[in-house]
């Protein structure tokens, strides 16, 4: 039977907005070394570095002992401006796409309704919302123990484009949400809007 690093290996087309698809040539695992999850998360946070000096992103924020590169973009779905916070811990990589706009206390329940509506049908990701503040992020988190730089980079080249992607689909309709709108009709909207 194949362990779950090897069939990661195997992938071909993961579907992230990059296109192409598949590890490149000679990336992935190396099954005859272990790394301790301090190892891997230093070659997590390189990989995090050389894709964004590789995408010749603008760095926001970076905090080495947290191991963090904070971005922001502007979604092309027209949701605004959100942060975009790459963090390497430990075996993981985080990628975690937040809003600027916070939902107001007399929403946070139908904001709640819309988030976890939209959650139900995903496949790669979930929306998360802060209840005491309203803060709105949607997170993705990949296991890459023992994943070389190179598997890495191809990793946050395919997933990052389609985490902003969602983000901003679903991030368009808080102004609605916030003036009152229903929303189960936002998320219908949203849903057959991106088929």
């Known amino acids: 039977m194949a362990s779950i690093l090897d069939l990661l290996k195997s992938v071909r087309g993961l579907g992230g907005a990059g296109g192409g698809g598949g590890a490149p040539q000679g990336a992935g695992a190396q099954p005859n070394r272990s790394r301790s999850q ?10 995090i570095k050389a894709w964004v000096a590789q995408e010749k992103l603008k760095i926001a924020r970076e ?57 139900w049908g995903m ?7 802060d209840q005491s503040d309203g803060e709105v992020s949607f997170k ?7 994943m070389d730089e190179e598997y890495i980079m191809h990793v946050i080249d ?16 808080m102004g609605r949400l916030i003036d009152g709108e229903d929303p189960t009709e936002l998320v219908k909207i949203v849903e057959q809007s991106s088929n």
């Open 140 to 146: 993705m988190n990949y296991v890459v123990e023992n």
């Open 158 to 173: 395919e997933s990052h484009p389609m985490g902003l992607v969602t983000f901003g689909r679903y991030h368009r309709m």
């Open 38 to 47: 301090a190892e891997q998360e230093l070659v997590t946070w390189h990989a």
């Open 123 to 129: 496949n790669v990701g979930s929306f998360e919302m």
């Open 63 to 119: 905090e080495e002992d947290k191991r963090t590169i904070v971005t922001v973009w502007s979604t092309a779905e027209g949701g605004g401006d959100c942060i975009s916070i790459l963090r390497a811990q430990e075996n993981f990589l985080k990628c975690t796409f937040m809003s600027k706009m916070n939902i107001p206390p007399n929403r946070i329940a139908n904001a709640a309704r819309y988030f976890n509506m939209a959650n």
